[in-house]
């Protein structure tokens, strides 16, 4: 076989390549220099801080809307509106009940999300704006219930903790699919399983199951 100028070029580009791909896979199992350690507990819970649906997370302390509408008029409202309503181009909190099933929705915080305790875990992360974390829980169950108060959610003299919480039906509650999809109706029958989900008897001729899945459908 003739060697050209050529094919030349190519064995070298093809050599360049497997050498850089041997040099990454080198650097890849090299070894460490012991920089850094293992976070403490206590560094960690710092940082993970996320409240979940059930509020298993949420800290000990309560508040109303009565204290809430004093410490939002004067660290939220700016941003967000006396009454909540937004002021642009910040968002709307509270607001819109009713119109996510209309051609003109108003989308607000308190009228889409499906549980409290997302507004709960959202000021606590993030605001105020340019002041993250410096509300007490305290006053975050404060500002929430204020919140909840001008969506008409709550009463203002309702106290909200880190039971009440969890258990306020949130006006959208109903309105998303569950995650992972159920096989079973939840306790307020609000969500139900989809009809490839609902067990069929085991006795149950291959036509039953056609008809039940057509019905569904």
Known sequence: MRY?????????????????????????QSPTYKLGRTPTEAEVRAWDHAVG????????????????????????????????EGIFPFPR??????TYNTPNPIRSSAAYLPYATTIWDFINRAMP??????LTPDEIYAVTAFILFKNG?????DVLDKKSLPEIVMPNRFGFFPDPPQSAPDKERGWLPYWNQVP???DSKPAAKNEQASAAQ
Request: charged share 20%; proline share 3%.
């Open 53 to 84: 649906p059930d509020g298993k997370e949420l800290p000990a302390g309560s508040g109303s809307a009565v204290e809430g509408a004093k410490i939002y008029a004067t660290k939220c409202s700016f941003c967000h509106g006396k009454n909540a």
């Open 200 to 202: 069929i008897a085991k």
């Open 153 to 157: 959610t709550i009463k203002e003299t």
């Open 93 to 98: 909190l509270a607001g819109g009940v009713g």
């Open 4 to 28: 050209t100028a050529l094919s030349t070029s190519k064995f070298s580009f093809r050599f360049s390549v497997i050498v850089l791909l041997a040099c990454g896979a080198a650097a890849g």
């Open 129 to 134: 704006r340019e002041s993250e974390g410096t």
